[in-house]
């Protein structure tokens, strides 16, 4: 499938994001491409060809990304005759939850939001290290606008740590933990 992700924010970045993270974990080859109407070069104008023939085929998806212009980008995709498209914050968050819960049936899941904290999360203690050790699978949720984004996923990458990227409307709409 291919989705077209409407339009390019934080929420868009995440979406992106986990289709990829689905796609390694799952053996999936899902592609995706953004639109935004505030760049020329990916407005909705200039793939709409593509787009249509791909909604026609039954090949492509648009994920709206953005709650705060939700309004304007349906108005947009009316007035080009597209009658279809997901909520794709919930979409995503629907596929993470399916993910980890079938991934994890038979375990606890308790997720850690790594938010606005530096790297050594040292206000943590050792409460990760106590859960695993007691049956727990620990997920760490990080937010992809923190400032020590790169530090963070080269921890959790050398220390084979379980993470995703969440904004908080994604966030709101996770259970699996």
């Given at each position: ?6 339009p390019?924010?934080?929420n868009?970045?995440v ?10 974990a ?7 491409w953004?639109?935004d109407?505030?760049e020329?070069?990916i ?6 060809e ?9 090949n ?5 990304s ?6 304007d980008?349906?108005?947009n ?11 794709g ?13 079938e ?19 040292k206000?943590?203690g ?22 020590w ?9 050398q220390?084979?740590?379980?993470y995703?990227y ?5 966030l709101?709409?996770?259970e699996?933990f």
């Amino acid at each position: 499938m291919h989705y077209y992700i409407y339009p390019m924010g934080i929420n868009a970045k995440v979406i992106a994001y986990s289709i990829k993270l689905l796609n390694n974990a799952l053996g999936k080859c899902d592609t995706y491409w953004y639109i935004d109407d505030k760049e020329e070069s990916i407005r909705l104008s200039e793939q709409i060809e593509d787009l249509k023939l791909k909604l026609r085929e039954g090949n492509g998806k648009i994920l709206v990304s953005s709650k705060r212009y939700l309004d304007d980008i349906l108005q947009n995709l009316q007035e080009n005759r597209i009658n279809e498209c997901f909520n794709g914050i919930q979409l995503v968050a629907k596929w993470i939850n399916d993910y980890f819960k079938e991934k994890y049936c038979d375990s606890k899941i308790v997720a850690i939001l790594l938010d606005g904290y530096e790297v050594s999360q040292k206000h943590l203690g050792n409460i990760p290290a106590l859960l695993t050790k007691n049956g727990y699978k620990v997920v760490y949720l990080i937010n992809p606008q923190s400032e020590w984004l790169q530090e963070l996923e080269e921890t959790m990458q050398q220390n084979n740590l379980e993470y995703i990227y969440v904004t908080d409307e994604i966030l709101e709409h996770l259970e699996f933990f």
